[in-house]
């Protein structure tokens, strides 16, 4: 374990997660080279979850959060392939719908800003192919001359 400050991803969580003082209480775990932040649940978090690329790595991170604070009901979610990634969730269950996850459901479940939440859903639409309102361009015809 190290200081959230070590951890790699510390930006992605600093401008994202809508309670700051969450960033402070995280644990920055190494299971290879790179500190990674697991988030704890607490104001509008709800869950939360850390990816390893081995049982034996997640059995591990799964026994370092046991037990500490901001970590209620840790469990290790199996790989469903030997090319998936295991993970460690704690907190409620992240929501899914039909097997599709609602991104601005489950930004909110992570307790992520209304800013950050807007800024997945464009993107998302983006790797989809859909036009949003800050995507679609002006399709009037030219003015007269």
Known sequence: MRSPKEAY?????????ADSD??????????LRIPLLAVPVGGLRQGG???VTCLCFGLK?????????GYPDIRLRWAPSPHDCYVVEWGETSPTLRGRT?????GKFYGYTDLAIAE???????RSGLQTPSSATDQRPPADP
């Open 22 to 31: 969450l960033l402070e209480k995280s644990l920055a775990l190494r299971t």
């Open 9 to 17: 991803d510390y930006e992605f969580y600093a401008g994202r997660l």
């Open 120 to 126: 997945a859903i464009t993107k998302s639409a983006a």
């Open 61 to 69: 991170v799964a026994d370092l959060l046991r037990g500490k604070r």
């Open 49 to 51: 979850s850390y990816e």
């Open 102 to 106: 609602d991104t601005a459901r489950l």
